[in-house]
């Protein structure tokens, strides 16, 4: 057992499992879904999600690993329910599926620091030729890779803690400044309120689904990750509160980023928020423009600081959702980490070239499929995260409630959950995550997942 790490103190976890959570999707994911989904509405039904339903989630997986002191797949049987190995690999196959593109995204955030750091801010204009470059996007994604796969090899302690002890504080400290310096520019006022006043008119049901969506994923949630970095956990740590810390700082940030975000747009468009370009581009080409206007020196330091923090945010991420197959081949396949790290790193770059292919470069991975009653085609890399982010983790969120709840029974969840934490036994707390994890979050993601996969693959809205 000893030979498999563990974190070396409940900080250690908290900042882990919090750098494993704030990742492209709360910077880069969040603000533009907040720009599409009726700004400050989106954001509260957001909130709402994040801690009524999931938390509950969260606890549940870090309680599974902590008991079982095991992988995803292994954790299952070690409760004694090898029917349910299934759910194990779906996670990790969800992991598979979701670093295979993100890392993608990723090199697209480090090559622009590199870009921005050489004064370059033309390349906001040019994201979509930019992205084409196959030789350019390959090469940072390589070496996002590499420096991912580096950071694993490490071990947990040694390596995942000891970067997200560096990296975390550090992107603490650039978006809270960024955040400030964008709320001192001009015009900033009118972005914060197209943030943080609500529109309610524009929340349709698709919003409310896409805002859960977006909080299991910047969570981490549905796939196991939790419940690999659970399995690292003391027995002597209070789960709840450390997934207390681990979700109000993933909200936390994501929150900083849209104060960051949309003052800059807003700059940009002398306060009248109009006529930006939302969507994913929204960071890669209307940032750009933004930092061109601040002036040569000021732009590259704004510019660059910022492209770094979304790298910095987006290898913590990565570097949990490798960690997840590593677990598992090392787990059960008793080989050593430091070679299963970089095979398992180098398939899922394999995995990964059709997605970097599909913006531009290969004309048939960017048309890729059609779906049902589309007029447009869907490129590789979008139906990688159509499947993986918005298909499998709401149903292993789903399946992971199910299972807790009514296969490995409530009574056993509590019992791990207090240990550490003695007085959860007795406490509100407990009646809470009981009649969430038996009723409400089970129901909510078994809504979301069928919504969701309606509205993905067959452009259907049923509300
Ligand atoms: N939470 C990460 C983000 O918001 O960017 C993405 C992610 C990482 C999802 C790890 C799932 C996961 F297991």
Redesign the pocket.
């Given at each position: 057992m000893a030979s498999r790490g563990k974190f070396s103190s409940k900080l250690g976890f908290i900042l882990a499992a919090a750098g494993?959570?704030v990742?492209?999707?709360?910077i880069w994911k969040f603000p533009f879904e907040v720009a599409d989904g009726g700004g400050a509405a989106f954001v509260l039904i957001y909130l709402v999600f994040a801690f009524i339903l999931c938390f509950p989630v969260m606890v549940t997986e870090i309680a599974i690993g902590r008991k079982t002191q095991k992988n995803p797949v292994g954790a299952y049987e070690a409760l004694g329910f090898k029917k349910w190995k299934f759910l194990g690999m779906l996670g990790i196959l969800s992991?598979i599926l979701?670093l295979s593109f993100y890392n993608v995204v990723a090199g697209w955030a480090f090559g622009y620091f590199l870009e921005i750091l050489r004064g370059n801010f033309e390349i906001g204009n040019n994201f979509s030729i930019y992205i084409a470059q196959i030789w350019k996007v390959g090469i940072y994604g390589t070496v996002f890779m590499g420096v991912t796969a580096f950071t694993v090899s490490k071990g947990i302690s040694g390596g995942i803690e000891r970067a997200a002890k560096f990296l975390m504080p550090s992107l603490l400290i650039m978006i809270i400044g960024l955040a400030f310096y964008a709320m001192s520019l001009p015009d900033a006022g009118a972005g914060i309120v197209y943030y943080l006043v609500p529109e309610f008119s524009e929340v349709t049901f698709e919003v409310v689904y896409n805002a859960l969506g977006q909080a299991f994923?910047?969570?981490?949630l549905g796939?196991g990750?939790l419940i690999t970095y659970g399995s690292y956990v003391s027995k002597s740590d209070n789960i709840i509160n450390s997934a207390a810390w681990i979700t109000v700082m993933d909200v936390g940030i994501a929150f900083l980023a849209g104060l960051m975000i949309f003052p800059f747009v807003s700059y940009l468009t002398n306060g009248t928020m109009e006529n930006f370009s939302g969507g994913p581009g929204l960071i890669f080409t209307t940032l750009p423009g933004v930092f061109s206007s601040l002036g040569e020196t000021l732009g590259i330091v704004v510019g660059s600081t910022f492209f770094l923090l979304l790298s910095f945010a987006a290898l913590t991420?990565t570097v949990?959702?490798l960690e997840v197959p590593v677990t598992y081949v090392v787990d059960e396949l008793k080989v050593s980490r430091k070679k299963t790290v970089w095979i398992v790193a180098i398939l899922i770059f394999l995995i990964g070239v059709p997605s970097l292919l599909s913006n531009g470069y290969s004309s048939f991975f960017t048309n890729f499929v059609t779906y049902f009653g589309a007029t447009s085609p869907t490129n590789f890399m979008t139906l990688v995260e159509h499947v993986g982010n918005d298909t499998f983790l709401p149903l292993g969120g789903f399946l992971i409630t199910v299972f807790a709840a009514y296969v490995w029974g409530k009574n056993n969840l509590i019992e791990e959950l207090s240990e550490g934490n003695p007085k959860f036994r007795d406490g509100r707390m407990k009646k809470y995550i009981d009649f969430t994890i038996s009723y409400l979050c089970p129901v909510m993601l078994g809504i979301i997942f069928i919504l969701t996969f309606l509205n993905r693959f067959f452009g259907i809205n049923v509300f």
């Open positions: 494993s959570a990742g492209l999707g709360n992991g979701i994923f910047s969570l981490s796939m990750a991420s949990s959702l």
